[in-house]
């Protein structure tokens, strides 16, 4: 694959994707910014991602009329298996399934490798391959080092 043709038949089935995001944790935002950039592979079958967290996240408490400091800013970044499991007209729904790495542990995360998941729904916006995907994800460590809290962020990003 060093040859221009070859990189470019490969890439024939690659996707980009660019956007911003926000952190939640149930039931309440925790006013994080997230800014997603992906590769998809073969059709979106897999997908490299890289996450920067850009703001610091706070958890609220509700014994307290406060929030506490639960991450500062940090990268995360992703290798999943994600799953067509439905194709419209209008859109496809993904479902996702990988690892995922933190360059940081935090009030959120106890352990810097976790689990990676996602529910996708991806609009077709019909101009040159392009589409708009709302993604909800979820990185945790499954118990392996308990707190066990986990985070949850929001996505919007555009597929080139």
């Known amino acids: ?3 221009a043709d070859g990189l470019s038949a490969w890439c024939q089935r690659c996707n980009f994707l660019l956007g911003v995001g926000t952190t939640f944790r149930d039931p309440a935002w925790t006013d994080g910014f997230v800014v997603p950039m992906a590769l998809e592979l073969d059709q979106s079958r897999w997908e490299l991602g890289a996450f920067r967290f850009v703001t610091a996240q706070r958890v609220p408490v509700r014994a307290l009329s406060t929030a506490l400091h639960a991450a500062g800013p940090y990268w995360g970044f992703t290798a999943m298996r994600r799953w067509q499991v439905l194709h419209r007209r209008w859109g496809k729904l993904y479902v996702g399934f990988g690892a995922n790495y933190r360059n940081e542990t ?22 040159h391959n392009r589409a708009l995907e709302l993604g909800v994800h979820h990185w945790s460590d499954a118990w392996i080092r308990p707190p066990n809290r986990g985070e949850n962020f929001l996505t919007l990003s555009v597929v080139f």
């Open 1 to 3: 694959m060093c040859r």
């Open 106 to 127: 935090d009030y959120l995360e106890s352990t810097r490798w976790n689990f990676a998941y996602l529910i996708a729904v991806r609009f077709d916006l019909g101009k």
